[in-house]
Structures are given as C-alpha cells and as structure tokens.
C-alpha cells in the first residue's frame, strides 16, 4: 500500500506562487507517475500535471501550462508542485496521486493524498 500526504498549502495573492509538497511512502514499486490534480466543490477533478517516476518526463493539463512546474526527489521520495502566476480561478484542494501506468486520467490513479487547500485571493 502507497501512503501520500500533501502539504504547503495556503492563501495566496493572484500572481503570487507557491509549491506544494507530497511524500510519497510504503509499497512504491509499483509506481510509474506521480501526479496532482484538483477539485473545486462542485466541479469535477482536474488534471493539473504529472511526473514519471523513473525518467522524470512530464504532463501537464492546459489550464496551468507555462505557470505550473512538477519535479520529484527520488531521494527524499517527494513530488512538488511549483505555481507561478497564480489566479482565483486555481482555487480547489490539490491532491496528489500514483498510477502504476503514464496516464492523466484520475481513475487510473489508484493512491491518493488526502488533499492540501490551496486559495487564491483577488
């Protein structure tokens, strides 16, 4: 079993930038991405960005290309989500997650975090 606790989360300004963390734990052998994504009551989850465990190729969902950056440490076994150029519309609680495929699609993810909420002021 994977064990994901996210954490950095907070009230931002919009333009402002942030990162979130996520350590990564237990039975990971089996995991081929990490990913975040994000839900905003009342919306469906969201795609934000994705990382590759081994080679460190990455995906990103539209709605954050070009202000979002993922990166991992195989060492301290942790993901991070750098925002930059943040707006409102980022608002929702991030999660991050494993699949032991390379997907963007949240029902391929079989482990989540229990989620870090991220706000951002206009």
């Known amino acids: 079993q994977v064990q994901l606790v996210e954490s950095g989360g907070g009230l931002v300004q919009a333009g402002g930038s942030h990162r979130l963390s996520c350590v990564v734990s237990?039975?990971?052998?089996?995991?081929?991405?990490m990913g975040w994504f994000r839900q905003d009551p009342g919306k469906e989850r969201e795609f934000v960005a994705a990382i590759t465990w081994g080679g460190g190729s990455t995906y990103y969902g539209d709605s954050v290309k070009g202000r979002f950056t993922i990166s991992r440490d195989n060492v301290k076994n942790t993901v991070y989500l750098q925002m930059n150029s943040l707006k409102p519309e980022d608002t929702a609680v991030y999660y991050c997650?494993?699949?032991?495929?390379?997907?963007?699609?949240?029902?391929?993810?079989?482990?989540w975090g229990q989620g870090t909420q991220v706000t951002v002021s206009s």
């Open positions: 237990g039975r990971t052998s089996s995991t081929r991405v």
């Open positions: 997650a494993t699949s032991p495929i390379v997907t963007m699609r949240s029902t391929d993810f079989r482990s």
